[in-house]
């Protein structure tokens, strides 16, 4: 499934710690706090755990929320948008 | 060399399982998998807690919880393992308890049930007293717990399991893979093994 995570964590060590937990999770980093890709339940379970972990419940924020692939390809974006295809592993590889 | 109910465990999900980490001896790196490290962690924080609670509720009635044995290990003649609590009834019987690092989905899954069983069968063997049930704790839903029977035929399962085990790793058996592809798809062997 296509996850969002996005967070908002005060502490920088833990900040930082939540982007690599993401990005070792396979996900895209789309913002600064803001990563988007597709992950199986399992590996969201996991991710949602180390998060868990990481932050402090009293005043930290994290969101992580579910899309469908149908979903995705109605999203509006403007400017500097990200790929949809990448995110969706419909391109598998960068070089040919 | 002993099995513990992981064995088991694995060669039920696919006998290649046991071919493959025992007689190939190539690692699975379950020290990578975040989740599976969580769980192993559980069992050291539990331990220190509520030392002489006694779970009452569990007993059936006019057999209540009368003992329990807390970080048991056992073993007999094929098997060896720790059951986290072994719990005594008034009317003789015993029951193996057991933590999950796990959310409860309204079904007990085949894997916790094995466990069960190749813990029943040591307790019978060690205490000498009848099992014919035990019971789960899923610490991911505020600590439920679930019991689960155990028949004569689970534990005979288990012994005939354990001795399948045997043939492959001291015959260098290579096993047929198991029927259910959808298990292939996340197994740790899947990049070695051939279809």
């Known amino acids: 499934m296509i996850i969002w995570v996005l967070y908002d964590i005060g502490k920088d060590k833990a900040r930082t710690k939540a982007a690599k937990r993401c990005q070792q999770a396979g996900l895209y980093r789309v913002q600064f706090s803001c990563f988007l890709g597709t992950l199986t339940q399992n590996q969201k379970d996991t991710l949602q755990l180390q998060l868990e972990e990481l932050i402090d419940e009293e005043t930290d924020k994290v969101y992580i929320f579910p899309m469908s692939r149908g979903e995705l390809q109605q999203t509006a974006l403007l400017g500097q948008a990200f790929d949809k295809k990448l995110v969706t592993d419909e391109i598998r590889a960068l070089f040919f | ?195």
């Open chain 2, 1 to 195: 060399m002993t099995l513990t109910p992981s064995h088991i465990i694995e060669h039920l999900f696919c006998p290649r399982f046991t071919y493959f980490e025992y007689v190939l001896a190539i690692p699975q790196y379950e020290e990578k998998n975040y989740k599976v490290m969580r769980g192993r962690n559980l069992h050291d924080e539990r331990l220190e807690r509520n030392k002489d609670y006694l779970r009452k509720r569990v007993g059936r009635p006019g057999a209540p919880v009368t003992e329990k044995h807390t970080d048991q290990y056992l073993t007999n003649e094929l098997m060896r393992g720790v059951v986290d609590e072994v719990l005594g009834f008034g009317d003789g019987t015993m029951a193996p308890l057991d933590y999950k690092f796990a959310e409860y989905k309204d079904k007990v899954y085949e894997t916790y049930r094995t466990q069960l069983y190749c813990y029943a069968w040591l307790i019978e063997v060690n205490f000498g007293r009848l099992v014919d049930r035990g019971f789960l704790v899923y610490t991911r839903s505020n600590n439920r717990v679930v019991e689960v029977p155990i028949t004569e035929e689970d534990k005979l399962d288990v012994k005939q399991a354990a001795e399948a085990i045997f043939t492959i790793i001291d015959r260098n058996f290579y096993p047929k893979a198991t029927k259910a592809k959808a298990r292939c798809v996340t197994c740790t062997y899947r990049n070695i093994c051939i279809k």
